[in-house]
């Protein structure tokens, strides 16, 4: 399944199969299927979209290609097996049990998955836990950041779509009425009919390109938050396996340094006084 998300052949014959289904749908709608060549018919959508080729044209149709593939990539990137695989999940839990610690940085100084390049840095920075778990928080807020940042070109193209449009219907009203100005009100109405026709289709290129792009951008942004959360999580409890065998490996370097107690000095007690005798008691003591 990663050589598929890493596939550029065919994320590529994808959208050209899209493609080949699009225009064939559309031009389907411009097609005469009764056979009458008597009545002429009004072009088809696909037609007046193919007959007005101009920079605004050639612009949607590179965003929409861009779109595209940005949609694809990220409903393939964004999933859970691709995000944080099981199986890298339970490879490192048996690492941290097993006590293979070199092993385990190793493995996840290669392994691109969520878990590994969240415990990677936490791993450089043993044995503080409090260094390992501030370095573990960064790691997440980068990735986290990385994967908005993905997504976050399907919404600048999705506002640019509508504005593109407008661009485009703007510039053949202005055509249109150009052509009325010219011939002083005179322009035959079927062909200012055309030309306004033909300036709203950017407009309609414009609303296609926005909507997918901004509903996917929509349900991207969802998913990665969860998966961002769920991945931060399994992070946080695989480092708290680790903990315990940092306090084990420090309590013998704590044990190797002898620690000599300083005995407590007493004070000496108070002088006891003795009281003098009185002359009258002691003569009563002698005996006759």
Do not use: W
């Not at 940005?70 to 049990?97: H, K, S, Y």
């Not at 708290?240 to 007690?269: D, F, G, Y």
């Not at 005798?277 to 006759?288: D, H, L, V, Y």
């Amino acid at each position: 399944m990663r050589g598929y998300a890493t596939s550029k052949f065919r994320i590529l014959l994808l959208i050209l199969m899209l493609g080949t289904v699009i225009v064939t749908v559309t031009a389907s709608f411009g097609q005469d299927t009764t056979g009458a060549a008597a009545t002429p018919k009004p072009a088809g959508l696909f037609q007046l979209i193919m007959g007005h080729i101009d920079f605004v044209f050639l612009t949607i149709a590179a965003l929409s290609i861009a779109g595209l593939t940005l949609i694809i990539q990220g409903f393939i990137q964004n999933r859970r097996e691709a995000f944080m695989p099981e199986a890298t999940t339970l490879r490192i839990r048996d690492m941290i049990e097993q006590r293979q610690f070199r092993e385990l940085i190793e493995f996840t100084e290669n392994d691109p998955s969520f878990i590994s390049r969240a415990l990677n840095p936490a791993l450089k920075r043993a044995p503080s836990f409090a260094s390992m778990k501030e370095a573990m928080e960064t790691a997440i807020g980068e990735q986290t950041a990385e994967q908005f940042r993905k997504i976050e070109y399907l919404n600048i193209i999705g506002n640019l779509g509508p504005l593109l449009g407008l661009l485009g219907t703007v510039l053949g009203m202005i055509e249109a009425f150009q052509a009325v100005a010219v011939t002083k009100g005179q322009a035959d109405v079927g062909a200012l009919s055309q030309g306004i026709s033909t300036a709203l289709t950017h407009t309609f290129l414009g609303l296609f390109l926005a909507v997918p792009c901004l509903a996917a951008f929509g349900v991207l942004r969802t998913i990665v938050d969860r998966l961002t959360v769920r991945g931060a999580l399994v992070a946080e409890e695989l480092l708290l396996m680790i903990k315990p065998a940092e306090a084990k490996s420090n309590a013998p370097m704590v044990a190797a340094r002898p620690v000599v107690a300083t005995p407590a000095v007493a004070a000496p007690p108070p002088p006891r006084r003795i009281p003098a005798p009185t002359p009258g008691i002691q003569g009563a003591q002698e005996p006759a």
